[in-house]
């Protein structure tokens, strides 16, 4: 159980809100006399300001070196204070405030607003409030808006509860009610587990790694082994230390949310999957394949062609033969991927493919039936799979009409599988880490070749599960309660 410490400079700043069980002032919290109940503690820390030695910016320092989570963390206190360090986090942002302004209906130059806990009441502007918030996460923030030829973030800043007055309180006082709400909630339910799994996921998203029955199965068998597994979305970011894990069932990307789950629970000591490491190395198919020849594992013969030097077509095509398929490094779901059957349509698509990508992947094209996919868990196979190819399409996944369409499948034991198959998967996913992973593979007569490395690999009702069923998950959830048992008693993972 989580338990809740608000930390103000003087007891008078806590005046125009309802009393709190947990309220404490900086000197009494900096004592550290005080002994909180057993469980987690989250101390939000309202200080009047965070400044280097002051006693807001030793209440974070301390809580930390406490082991409790606190809000906002040093990190977030050290980068705002320097704009060249919070400057970084809104390097992403230009698509959101653009958006924001967009809908802004102030024509004025310059504007002003505050965020409680990632909250606004400013129509129009909320998606970019929480973003900001993921990566600055502070209780109150004020943020000043200013429009030369386009619109920028001129500044952020902390500001202190003492200064905030009427409808300012107010929107506070429900920010902070909310933020909270599922922190203080007392869930009988939830006692009852040993362990507290975070289970994120994208309700939106179109072709996500598991299906509503399988996210299910997964939090069956969890509370079967004593892990309560809640799914969580983008907006629970800043709870997300509430967890002692985190299993990330959304698609993973390097400059997306997901990254930055992964990043924030594996700093909080938390079990994860995918882990940030994983989520690197496997989502570019520039870094895989780099990776794979350099410890001989067989993949497709391979060139890397570069925007800014000159790529002779014709030798290419001598080289890797037609069809040539081409990639953009960070495609997925068969997404990026083109094959090309001539040196016309070769250098056409590589001119289309260098506007995205600086980089491009050229590979020699290998007809199959069908694509192994391999799961390995924790170095070892997990089950197999057959994905056999769209109809009357080269992929597994046809986009081409408008919608997603998917060939057949198969699914077998471990056993059934030929062994330099399982040998070469292993070795691959071994490379990446010892998470869950889907090998993808292609097999013509004796030559197998790994296509890539999923690092949060498909689990849907009734595709992966076909063979092992309820124990497949079964499986996974006794791996993150091992691992889980490990970092409580401090053993490695």
């Known amino acids: 159980m989580t338990h809740v410490v608000l930390v103000v400079e003087d007891i008078k700043d806590w005046a125009a809100y309802y009393p709190a069980r947990h309220l404490m002032t900086a000197n009494e919290y900096l004592d550290g006399g005080t002994q909180f109940p057993p469980g987690r503690v989250q101390v939000i820390n309202l200080c009047r300001n965070y400044r280097y030695l002051s006693p807001g910016y030793y209440t974070s320092l301390l809580a930390e070196a406490r082991g409790h989570r606190v809000l906002p963390s040093v990190r977030t206190v050290n980068d705002l204070s320097r704009k060249s360090l919070y400057g970084l986090h809104f390097e992403s942002f230009d698509a959101a405030l653009d958006k924001a302004m967009k809908k802004h209906s102030e024509s004025k130059d310059r504007f002003s607003i505050k965020l409680y806990f990632g909250q606004t009441e400013h129509q129009g502007i909320q998606e970019l409030a929480r973003q900001i918030f993921d990566q600055l996460p502070a209780p109150i923030l004020q943020l000043e808006f200013r429009r030369r030829e386009e619109w920028n973030i001129e500044s952020v800043k902390s500001v202190g509860l003492h200064q905030l007055k009427g409808k300012e309180e107010d929107a506070f006082a429900a920010a902070i009610e909310a933020f909270n709400a599922r922190v203080w909630r007392k869930s009988s339910s939830r006692r009852k587990f040993r362990y507290d799994l975070a289970v994120l996921v994208n309700e939106n998203e179109k072709l996500p790694p598991s299906d509503p029955v399988a996210l299910k199965r997964f939090i069956k068998a969890g509370a079967e082994l004593g892990i309560n597994v809640e799914l969580i979305g983008r907006e629970d970011y800043p709870r997300l230390a509430e967890y002692d894990g985190l299993f990330i069932r959304e698609t993973t990307a390097l400059d997306h949310h997901t990254y930055q789950f992964a990043r924030k629970a594996e700093k909080e000591g938390m079990v994860v999957m995918d882990d940030p490491g994983s989520i690197l190395r496997c989502t570019n198919k520039i870094y895989f394949a780099e990776l794979m020849q350099a410890h001989k594992v067989p993949v497709p013969k391979t060139r890397f062609l570069f925007k800014d030097s000159r790529v002779d077509a014709e ?62 868990l924790n170095k070892k196979p997990l089950y197999a799979c057959q994905y056999f190819m769209s109809k009357g399409h080269w992929q597994i996944y046809n986009h081409s009409q408008g919608k997603t369409v998917s060939g057949g499948y198969k699914t077998m034991a471990i056993q059934e599988v030929p062994a330099k198959v399982l040998r070469v998967a292993t070795k691959a996913a071994r490379l990446m880490g010892n998470g869950l992973y889907g090998v993808d593979m292609k097999q013509s007569g004796d030559r197998v070749v790994v296509v890539e490395v999923n690092d949060n690999p498909n689990i849907d009702s009734g595709v992966e599960d076909k063979w092992l069923g309820e124990d497949l998950y079964r499986q996974i959830m006794l791996e993150f309660l091992r691992r889980m048992e490990a970092r409580r008693l401090g053993l490695p993972v």
Do not use: C
Request: hydrophobic content about 45%; glycine content about 6%.
């Open 315 to 376: 030798a290419l095509v001598e080289d890797l033969g037609l069809p040539v398929v081409l990639k953009i490094p960070d495609g997925s779901f068969s997404r990026g991927i083109s094959k090309v059957d001539s040196v016309e349509k070769l250098d056409n698509a590589l001119v289309e493919y260098f506007k995205q990508s600086a980089v491009v992947l050229a590979q020699e094209y290998m007809y199959t039936d069908y694509d192994w996919r391999i799961g390995v």
